[in-house]
């Protein structure tokens, strides 16, 4: 497996004193017998890059800028050594950061991280916040928290009691899969990806087939899809003046994609480790961490929707909850390798000149999921909310599920790799979870025909008469077809 003969080159070449010989049966393995993989892996990890061209001073390569062949290089880095993914990412952050300073002569780290507006005025007003600084250190805040709540949620003594409320046969994971997605149109995706996880630790005594950590991923991550306050993108979005209702649409391709995956994910796991028949007799819910965990959940979705900033909320309550039961502070340690890896990603994300994207379309929309199973969907959303003319709902699925192909696409996929180390390998997760890459197709197209595609204001581009200077919506009557515009009873004529 090509994996494996990978890791046998790193570890040879870093860790051992192998004869040349030995060495040279290493590279004619890897290179001779696994090349049709190498390229494979690196067309679909390059290709999305393929949206963004270079136009500037900087190095480039053809048309296309150093800084993403490098960041290319990083997610190839951590698709074949998926057992330094730390490493990778620590140091492909570090090489970037180095050319960005060294050769990009507009780049300036300090604007980068905290840009222009005075901090203090920042940490006061959520309105003046710029830079990188709010992301980051939500996602530090949300992926440490959600750890400890995740423990605490196992410890609580609810998931030994559920296998006297689920089906015993392949419905149980069905329905587990669903409660997910329930619970992440209100939720946090990490959180709700933690609990699933938790429960599948439990019901399925610790044997979790990877088909199906791939689809408590992409529950948690499509459950918020069609809900303002169940994804952070699409929290941008209703923060950027896109209305609710006009994101609620997003739920028709996720609910579709839901039924498609949960299928072929329940019969995997069932056929793998059967459901727990019988709950432990024994079993008791320990109400006062249950209260904990709902004072958490509670406290994301306050803090959340008063300062844009859920992992505040989410460590007063671990704080709160501290006087009345112990915190399991030894999930942090756990969880910082984890975190600071996809923080590194995020970083490199954003060190990304992306100036602009192609223009609004379905295809446009359709070809952005797949690009967030490897880019970070935040910087995605925005530069989609400043380009404006999206069908809002069909972004939000694009992006937020879009990124459950592979597991460092989304903080859900990262988050779930603590409990489930063996899931980072790109090709086994792929290799296990291909009925969630068909399941966004099935959606995206379900929601396509059923609603066609339907662009929105938001708070600077507006459909009919844009003020904004050169939009090409900017002399749209009332009266004139918005282009790109099909509903489904065209579509069939």
């Not at 393929?50 to 048309?63: C, D, E, K, N, T």
């Not at 140091?91 to 005075?118: R, S, W, Y």
């Not at 044997?207 to 529950?219: C, D, E, F, K, P």
Request: glycine residues 10%; proline residues 5%; charged residues 15%.
């Amino acid at each position: 497996m090509i994996y494996k003969n990978v890791f046998n080159l790193h570890s040879a070449f870093f860790y051992s004193n192998s004869n040349p010989h030995k060495m040279k049966k290493i590279f004619h393995s890897l290179f001779n017998n696994n090349l049709k993989k190498i390229l494979t892996l690196t067309a679909i990890l390059f290709s999305p890059l393929s949206l963004f061209a270079a136009g500037s001073s900087v190095p480039s390569i053809g048309p296309v800028r150093l800084e993403f062949i490098i960041f290319g290089l990083i997610l190839l880095g951590v698709a074949l050594f998926h057992k330094q993914t730390f490493w990778v990412a620590v140091i492909g952050l570090t090489v970037l950061l180095t050319f960005k300073l060294v050769f990009d002569p507009g780049f300036h780290l300090m604007q980068h991280l905290f840009g222009n507006t005075p901090f203090g005025e920042q940490i006061m007003d959520k309105a003046l916040r710029q830079g990188e600084w709010g992301i980051i250190l939500n996602l530090l805040g949300l992926l440490l928290g959600f750890a400890i709540l995740s423990k605490i949620f196992e410890e609580s003594g609810v998931p030994d009691i559920l296998p006297r409320f689920l089906p015993d046969d392949w419905k149980g994971p069905f329905l587990l899969l669903v409660f997910v997605f329930v619970l992440s149109s209100f939720l946090d995706n990490i959180a709700a990806a933690l609990i699933g996880g938790a429960i599948a630790i439990v019901v399925f005594k610790k044997r979790v087939h990877l088909g199906y950590i791939v689809a408590i991923v992409a529950a948690s991550n499509g459950g918020g899809s069609g809900s303002v306050v169940g994804d952070t993108t699409t929290t941008m979005m209703w923060i950027d003046g896109v209305s609710a209702l006009n994101v609620l649409h997003g739920f028709v391709a996720a609910g579709t994609a839901l039924l498609f995956f949960a299928w072929f994910a329940s019969h995997q796991q069932d056929k793998y480790q059967r459901i727990q028949k019988d709950a432990n007799p024994n079993a008791k819910v320990d109400w006062v961490k249950l209260f904990n965990v709902a004072l958490m959940l509670a406290g994301a979705i306050i803090s959340n929707i008063l300062y844009d900033m859920p992992a505040l909320g989410v460590w007063i309550a671990i704080l709160i909850g501290a006087l009345l039961r112990p915190v399991p502070w030894k999930e942090v340690p756990g969880a910082i390798k984890g975190s600071i890896f996809l923080l590194c990603l995020v970083f490199c994300a954003s060190l990304m000149p992306v100036d602009e994207l192609p223009k609004a379309s379905w295809i446009t929309a359709l070809a952005l999921g797949f690009l967030s199973s490897v880019f970070d969907n935040i910087p995605l959303t925005k530069l989609c909310l400043e380009q404006g003319h999206f069908d809002w709902g069909m972004l939000a699925y694009s992006v937020g599920f879009g990124g459950s192909m592979i597991w460092f696409g989304s903080s859900a996929g990262v988050a779930i790799t603590s409990k489930f180390p063996e899931s980072r390998d790109v090709v086994l997760w792929v290799k296990n979870g291909w009925h969630v890459a068909a399941a966004y197709i099935i959606g995206f197209f379900a929601l396509y025909l059923i609603m066609g595609w339907e662009p929105a204001d938001n708070k600077e581009h507006k459909i009919v008469n844009c003020p904004v200077p050169g939009c090409p919506m900017g002399k749209v009557p009332l009266t004139e077809n918005i282009p790109g515009t099909i509903g489904y009873l065209e579509l069939i004529k």
